[in-house]
């Protein structure tokens, strides 16, 4: 079964396979798609330029495809991706971050926090903007952030053994921020961790390897 091209271009919409985030909508041709096949990563055609463009030729922000799913009118691609970098051209994880209007059964929650905050680390980085604390700890390098990083795990210890749940959250909170923030300066991804922790998880017996890591949970 292939896409329905007798009316033009067929939308494709891209997402995330591990985080199932909707990355980008882009389109193909029937070459475009042919060209995706042949090469196992997303090939689009450009409406502005008429001519294919393969995501990431230019960037290295290729798009491995791991699945493409048909809608029930064979007009519109689902198609799941190991993306290698962000797919957005600003340097954003997904196109898709102008809020217009959210709903949440729960409006103190953002059930997408943890990206949110991780883009706007990664936009710092690429915009430096005057006055951030981000910016600041970037200017400063991996040794302020590994410095800030200890303090902050010393008052979660710290607010532990006095039994402050209030406090305890607000100092997760700033831990987990400049652990994000490390991770931007050495380049490690959530979904880095996220494997890791899933091989782990995953991982039968209690044997320990090289590193001394969680095995058994």
Request: glycine share 6%; hydrophobic share 30%.
């Amino acid at each position: 079964m292939k896409p329905d091209f007798s009316k033009g271009l067929v939308p494709a919409v891209i997402i995330d396979h591990e985080t199932k985030d909707v990355l980008m909508l882009a389109y193909m041709n029937e070459e475009a798609y042919q060209k995706t096949l042949e090469i196992n990563e997303t090939v689009f055609y450009s409406r502005s330029r008429e001519e294919l463009w393969h995501k990431g030729a230019t960037s290295g922000n290729t798009q491995k495809v791991l699945s493409i799913t048909l809608d029930c009118d064979q007009d519109t691609l689902l198609i799941e991706v190991e993306k290698n970098g962000p797919a957005c051209h600003t340097g954003r994880e997904s196109c898709f971050f102008n809020h217009v209007r959210e709903n949440h059964s729960d409006q103190s929650i953002d059930p997408n926090i943890f990206h949110t905050l991780i883009d706007e680390i990664k936009e710092r980085k690429i915009d430096p903007k005057e006055g951030s604390y981000t910016n600041y700890l970037f200017n400063k390098g991996v040794d302020k952030m590994s410095k800030k990083l200890i303090e902050e795990a010393g008052e979660v210890i710290i607010a532990a053994k006095n039994e402050d749940q209030e406090e305890m959250t607000l100092e997760i909170s700033d831990l987990i921020y400049h652990t994000f923030v490390l991770m931007e300066n050495t380049g490690v991804e959530l979904s880095d961790v996220k494997r890791e922790l899933t091989r782990r998880f995953a991982k039968k017996g209690n044997n320990k390897g090289d590193r001394d890591e969680i095995t058994e949970w």
